[in-house]
Nanobody, 115 residues
Framework: QVQLVESGGDSVQPGGSLRLSCTAS????????MKWYRQSPGKERELVAA???????RYGDFVEGRFRISRDKALKETYLDMNSLKVEDTARYYC?????????WGQGTQVTVSS
């Protein structure tokens, strides 16, 4: 079993920046991808960014070059650097790890963008 803990969520003004972190309780065997999702009230959970084990990266269309996903070499941490935040980025952000044996999820960290 792998526990994931997100951190870094906060309240910021439009145009601000945040760095989200996700820490796994142990190195992840059979890793396929590390991902960030987000969900706001009344909306479906959507993919923000994903980094595959081989290093391929993809982002949700709404990112538009504002966010950057990365991970550490030990494959225990993943990060989401978010810049030029917009009000519509307000959501709870979840870390997801996809492995050969299934998915693991964190509890999420809240990001609120308002003036």
């Amino acid at each position: 079993q792998v526990q994931l803990v997100e951190s870094g969520g906060d309240s910021v003004q439009p145009g601000g920046s945040l760095r989200l972190s996700c820490t796994a309780s142990r190195s992840i065997v059979g890793l396929r991808a590390m991902k960030w999702y987000r969900q706001s009230p009344g909306k479906e959970r959507e993919l923000v960014a994903a980094i595959a084990n081989g290093g391929n990266i993809r982002y949700g269309d709404f990112v538009e070059g504002r966010f950057r996903i990365s991970r550490d070499k030990a494959l225990k941490e993943t990060y989401l650097d978010m810049n030029s935040l917009k009000v519509e980025d307000t959501a709870r952000y979840y870390c997801n790890v996809n492995t050969a044996w299934g998915d693991y999820w964190g509890q999420g960290t809240q990001v609120t963008v308002s003036s």
